[in-house]
């Protein structure tokens, strides 16, 4: 099949698009008002962007809480969701009312940041700690209501030691949790997980895996 994506007109049960661009990592985005109320909401049209700096970014369909305590103060972490927290990142993206605290609401601890004023979600494997550079609302053809993205820098990363062997992190280790189209949801695991080396272009212009352990240096 084949369809305008700007009129939609995809004629299956339910927009596919996000079933295609999939998974996406989930950012678990926290936040404080002006009376330091907390937020907390998963956004799964999220990444990082760069790794030096080290930059991420997520997007807010229409102006939620999250980018509005976010413009006000400048601030945000992005903690890591797991399939262990699955259900409390679940009960997080409620519709509430802008003073309900969501930590609260779906029972999960806090943790203090070290260089931002929101807590990150204390059962998280990791999390960033982001200031705030810029919000680029998206022109749409169609006149839909706005979508922002919001850009932030990392300033701060915290890692649960019990992630880290040998000196890397095992990322499988955790779980992470990724976002696919209507209500599904890819985990990584240990058995899905696996390492490709980068090929290296020989002197008579063939290529080559290399072998053994990574040296370090991405190419
Ligand atoms: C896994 C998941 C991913 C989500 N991704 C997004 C997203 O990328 N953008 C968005 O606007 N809403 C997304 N939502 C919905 C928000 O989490 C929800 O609207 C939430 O209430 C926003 O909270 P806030 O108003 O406190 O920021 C997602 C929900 C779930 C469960």
Request: hydrophobic share 40%.
């Amino acid at each position: 099949m084949y369809y305008d994506s700007v009129e939609n007109k995809h004629g299956l049960k339910h927009d596919p698009f996000k079933a295609l661009v999939a998974p996406r990592p989930i950012g678990w985005v926290s936040t404080v008002d002006n009376d330091g109320v907390l937020n907390l909401a998963p956004y799964s049209f999220f990444n990082a962007v760069s790794d030096r700096p080290h930059y991420v970014m997520f997007v807010s369909a229409k102006r939620k809480d999250s980018l509005r305590n976010i413009e006000a103060n400048g601030e945000f972490t992005c903690s890591i969701s797991t399939m262990d927290t699955r259900d409390g990142m679940n009960i997080s993206s409620a519709p509430v009312e802008a003073l309900a605290d969501e930590f609260a609401l779906a029972d999960l601890e806090t943790a203090p940041s070290h260089f931002v004023k929101p807590p990150r979600v204390a059962r998280a494997p990791a999390s960033l700690e982001c200031k705030h550079w810029k919000t680029i609302e998206l022109p749409d053809v169609s006149g839909d209501d706005g979508h922002f993205i919001v850009i932030g820098q990392v300033i701060g990363i915290y890692i649960d030691d019990a992630v880290i062997k040998d000196g890397i992190v095992d990322t499988a280790s955790f779980r992470p949790l990724a976002r696919m189209g209507y209500m599904d949801y890819a985990v990584v695991t240990p058995e899905t997980a696996f390492s490709l080396g980068r090929p290296q272009v020989q002197e008579d212009g063939s290529v080559k895996i290399p072998e053994g352990e990574w040296d370090g240096v991405y190419r």
